[in-house]
């Protein structure tokens, strides 16, 4: 089995360590013996139309604004989307996705990629601090989602668009208790920084849809000991 | 060179004109700060430098205008390494005055705020030049009320990831005061590296570029100017050409530096090369360094003098100190943010290490700079991590191919090694392990 993972304008979209989404689903795969490519992309170069699975990092306003024009001239996103591949992006990089999202002080609606039906806006406040949501249609511990967010859009879904999760704590979309967004195989998140490293079992699910298999459960204490943390750290403030 | 700086060390600033009635109020000002502090230490609640800064702004809200007045002023700024460099600078330019050396006050304690600015002021009125380490939230005001000679640079870059947003409008903030300072502002010493440096200084009357070799540009990917897309080309340390960055919407670019730092040493602009051989650590406090001597040289201090001065500082403000828990002898390195680790972590010398870790504000409450901060380098290291985000730097490192231990409680952590051992750790662990081994 062979994997491609494209980690899609780091400069621009990657200011709080999102990169990491891209090296937990790398590793992930290496651990199970699967052939993995890691394949960075920058503004200006094309973006491969073959990969399998494509992480988009948080940014601010400006360069949200630059990573949306410099992925729609290019168009590959579309061609790889129609071939099946994977689509995962977080804050920033999943406001984009929808079909429009405000930004600044103007919150005048910019177009966005129209991969997931949905639209952003400012919301009454800016969301910053530790979130916690469960994953809908799961169950049992995997199902906890944690994370950080720190976003001052908010997000409402149109009928294409299913939630990713149920917020427990924290704002998520804002709007409706809701957070994140699926539709098909795009996934959109708010929780930034690298919510591949807190919550397993997401990476693992990304890795699935793009394998088109069940993959083996990994064990390994440093998450236990995380999620353990995190979740005792959010319940208690 | 050197005779001639010397000279112009001897200057003395335009003495402050106040009225008898404006001096009397600063005075009582001062003895009510100084008896605050005093109470302070008693009770042993810190050095009192920021308690008796309040009670004199309280008691005269012009103190710190008042206090900058008289003095030649060389003011250090930037994200990282500002408290080192203030004491690179304050020894050199002692170096410089010799047997004078009284004329010089500095707050070396890294009280950098007004309360603690005008503290250090306050406790020698006739110190006639002053070295002080400044926020960067109050570069503007000690710019617009002291009228600096110098100032320094560093660098710029997010403190704390939940706060990001808020560093174009601090440079926005330094550019305007710049500005209006007009030909009376300070001659600056930046560093070339950083767009968003040049660009606040493209309001400075005069500037020094430093080409400082940073390590960290992650938070400079779009022009503060027009909001284009940065581009850069690295140095290329094997053939010793420069790195470049220039803006591909506007004439924003990388400056032409004339102080240079290439690996441990550093190059003057008559192209002579200097080996600063200091006691602090690692590559970036070289560059400290040369944006140190390149200041040291506008207030009048030539290089060697500045050097030897320079040479003297080893641990200022209880960096890199070494503290002993048991039977290890463990030198205590702080790092406040992505940056200040990316620096950090190629000078961690010892095989055993403890990295700590906390997100209370102090630290940033976001720790997802983790994953931008190489920590693969330390593969073949004995690595404990330890505080209260231990979990998060347990993850990151699992995922680096680093093995390690986990412990979240702080002393047990220093007894899991034995000899000597490097300690990394953020702000809050950092002021907690320099009680627990006995600096502080
Ligand atoms: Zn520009």
Known sequence: MSLEIVLVYQSLLGIYGDQGNAMVLAKRAEWRD????????????????????FVIGGGEDGAQTSAVEALRADGNIYRAVDAGAVVFGVCAGYQILGNSFGVGSDDEPRQGLGLLDITSERGPERAVGEILTRWNGRTGDDAWLTGFENHSGYTRLGADAEPLATVEVGVGNGFDGTEGAVQGRVIGTYPHGPVLARNPALADHLLEMALGTELDRLESPEHDILRQQRLAAVRTS | MDAMSSAELDRRATPARFTRAETLRLQTAHAAGSAAALASRLARRGSGASIRGKVMERLDPRSLEKLLQGRRIAMVSGTNGKTTTTHLLAAALRAGLGAAADRLVTNADGANLHYGIASALGQKPDADIAVLETDERVVADVVRMGRPEVMVLLNFSRDQLDRHHE???MGRAWRDALEAAGADGPVVVASAEEPLIVWACRGARKVIWVDTQSVWNADSALCPECGARIERVEADTDSSTPGRWWCTGCSLAKPTPTWRVSNEVIVDPEGTIWHPKLQVPGQFNVSNAACALAAADLMGVGTSDAI????????????????????TEARLMLAKNPAGWAEA??????????LAIDSVAADGKDVSWLWDVQFEQLVGKNVVVT???????????????????VQPDLSQAMRMHSGRIDVLSTYTPFQKLRKLGGLA
């Open chain 2, 308 to 327: 030897r001065g320079m040479r003297t500082v080893t641990s200022p403000a209880g960096r890199f100190a070494t503290a002993t828990f048991g039977d």
């Open chain 1, 34 to 53: 699967i052939d993995v490519r890691l394949t960075q992309v920058e503004p200006g170069d094309e973006l491969p139309t073959d990969g399998d699975i």
């Open chain 2, 387 to 405: 505080g209260p985000r231990c979990g998060d730097l347990s993850v990151r490192l699992l995922y680096a191919g680093v093995e390690h231990r």
């Open chain 2, 167 to 169: 560093i174009t409008s």
């Open chain 2, 345 to 354: 972590l190629p000078i961690l010398t010892c095989d055993d290490v403890v």
